[in-house]
């Protein structure tokens, strides 16, 4: 059988407000994602995932759609975005767009007609129930939030939201709402993009009453028939973000019989650093243990009947290189090493925007921060007693604006990302971090990630070797083997700041290397801070 394409893929993933801005607004948009199609090129990207851009009143950067088939003015037109497609392609590169079917803009055309009345025909297209003012239906809360209900004066009844209450859940147990949501996918399909990331995709299904949102018992059952009647067949890569996935319900999202999507974004690893049991905000070590037994759980139960999705950043989440690297010293080092760790597992790697330079957490005052959970959860701890210092610590840790500072791509004013005032910060490093630096520099993060893109293209046994953890209980290196029929890749990864001497029997001294993140191995079993090295060796016929 034919290998699908999306499986040696590597996809960049592009948060348009930030990328850069071509006409002076400060704020990132279609024809500067044009300019940079080289940049993703040379980096060797087969496919682009943008975060939204449709039509949107910016109430949480467009993941709040008022218009799914027409592109934001302040992102350019439909005929930018007709561009985009085209020249991205004879680049070599795809595009994936980001479709947000949980919820629709409390400004979506649908959502204005069923606030009208209860007997307008789109009432139905949300999710209503009767209560008094002041006396929601249960006491289910927002996850950016304050209440999961609004009251609608208009027709005297509740709405119900899981995020903020200018994005109304849409009522998927309304036939007609799924047969415009697949017109509208078909329709893009017909535009020749080259696939679809599904925003809180396991939270469609929800049954408030029973105050279920996370994989409802009708959600594969919704899943399938969208596959079948859009992107089936089709050749398409598909994503769905599903924070309450285990391996189980992985394999059915990614059965390799097409019949649901390509992969999953899962993130049980993606969440160990936090108090068990609470909020992102309530921070806590990393079990680094627990750390390598959930990644080798993932790699080894969806092998041969699954697929993994590969990633440590993206728009939610902080930057990996503060977050479980040394953004100080070690920085250059610990995001090779975290890059050399990941690129090296089977699944598709995503690369965040700016990842590939190993950008950092942003050192922002609570007044820079634009984010609406930031600002909600500021508030709230606030209000609720908590310390202020402890606020912020957190917020530095994990908000969302960490990854949502302007890409830095040059030394000059503003990184190059715009010549007006950035609708957010600048992080001040961009003159020590930024690409013009790095992509010429073998050296470089940068030539990593590079490296790492050409070599899953090179070796089939990135994406069908076997996969074994090695030193289970070892508190500082990550090591793992993949094995296929003709080779062997060995990474050995030091996860933290201080020396050791790898275990390991040497045999992979006989190895080939193919990648460290030192210029030069000293001692062949000393590996210094953060040092990973990737070996390979054919197998003897
Ligand atoms: C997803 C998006 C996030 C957004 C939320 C609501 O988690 O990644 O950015 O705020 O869904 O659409
Ligand atoms: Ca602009």
Redesign the pocket.
């Known amino acids: 059988m034919e290998e699908k394409w999306w499986k040696k893929a590597v996809i960049y993933q592009i948060y348009p407000k930030s990328f850069q801005d071509s006409n002076g607004d400060g704020i990132g948009d279609l024809n500067g994602i044009l300019s940079r199609l080289d940049y993703l090129e040379r980096l060797g990207a087969d496919a682009i995932w943008l975060s939204p851009v449709c039509r949107s009143p910016q109430d949480?950067?467009g993941?709040?759609i008022s218009d799914y088939q027409d592109i934001d003015s302040m992102f350019g037109s439909i005929e930018d975005m007709e561009r985009l497609i085209r020249e991205a392609k004879k680049h070599h590169i795809g595009i994936i767009m980001d479709l947000?079917l949980?919820?629709s803009s409390d400004e979506h055309r649908w959502f204005l007609e069923a606030k009208k009345s209860r007997e307008n025909p789109y009432h139905d297209y949300y999710v209503w129930r009767d209560g008094e003012k002041g006396h929601p239906p249960n006491d289910m809360r927002a996850?950016f939030g304050g209440s999961a209900w609004e009251w609608c004066p208009e027709v005297g009844q509740y709405y119900f939201h899981q995020?903020s209450v200018k994005?109304p859940d849409l009522n998927w147990e309304n036939p007609k709402v799924r047969q415009e949501i697949y017109s509208m996918i078909r329709w893009w399909i017909d535009k020749g993009v080259c696939g679809f990331r599904m925003?809180?995709i396991d939270q469609i299904a929800k049954e408030p009453d029973r105050k279920i949102t996370a994989n409802g018992p009708r959600l594969h059952e919704f899943l399938r028939e969208m596959s079948r009647e859009t992107f089936r067949g089709r050749d398409l890569i598909t994503v769905g973000?599903a924070w309450g996935a285990t391996p189980e319900l992985a394999k059915l999202y990614s059965n390799p019989d097409d019949s649901e999507f390509s992969m999953v974004f899962q993130f049980e690893h993606i969440v160990l650093d936090q108090e068990e049991g609470k909020e992102k905000w309530d921070l806590a070590p990393l079990p680094f243990l627990k750390l390598k037994e959930t990644i080798q759980r993932w790699q080894t139960e969806l092998y041969g009947c699954g697929w993994n999705s590969l990633f440590w950043d993206?728009?939610?989440l902080p930057r990996i290189v503060s977050r479980w690297g040394n953004d100080g010293e070690y920085r250059v080092e610990s995001a090779k090493m975290l890059a050399i760790l990941l690129h090296g597992m089977q699944g598709t790697p995503y690369i965040y925007q700016g990842e590939e330079l190993g950008m950092t957490n942003a050192p922002y005052a609570i007044g820079e921060y634009r984010d609406i959970?930031t600002r909600n959860m500021y508030r709230e701890r606030l209000e609720n007693g908590y310390d202020e210092a402890d606020i912020m610590a957190s917020l530095h840790a994990k908000s969302?604006d960490n990854a949502r500072t302007p890409m830095q791509w040059d030394t000059s004013e503003n990184a190059g990302f715009t010549r007006g005032t950035p609708w957010i910060k600048v992080n001040p490093n961009y003159r020590t971090i930024n690409a013009e630096s790095q992509l010429h520099d073998e050296n470089s993060v940068f030539s990593c990630y590079r490296k790492l893109i050409r070599l899953r293209k090179t070796y089939d046994v990135f994406v069908d070797g076997t996969f074994r953890l090695l030193l289970e209980a070892d508190e500082d290196f990550f090591a793992y083997q993949r094995e296929n029929t003709s080779c062997r890749l060995l990474v050995i990864c030091n996860f933290f700041g201080r020396s050791r001497t790898c275990p390991l029997k040497p045999e992979w001294e006989q190895m080939e290397l193919l990648l460290g993140n030192y210029s030069s191995i000293e001692a062949p079993e000393i590996f210094r801070p953060y040092e990973a090295r990737m070996y390979i060796s054919k197998m003897e016929a």
Do not use: L, M, T
Request: charge should be negative; hydrophobic fraction near 15%.
């Open positions: 949480d950067n993941y709040d947000v949980n919820h996850c995020f994005q925003d809180v973000e993206n728009h939610d959970e969302r």
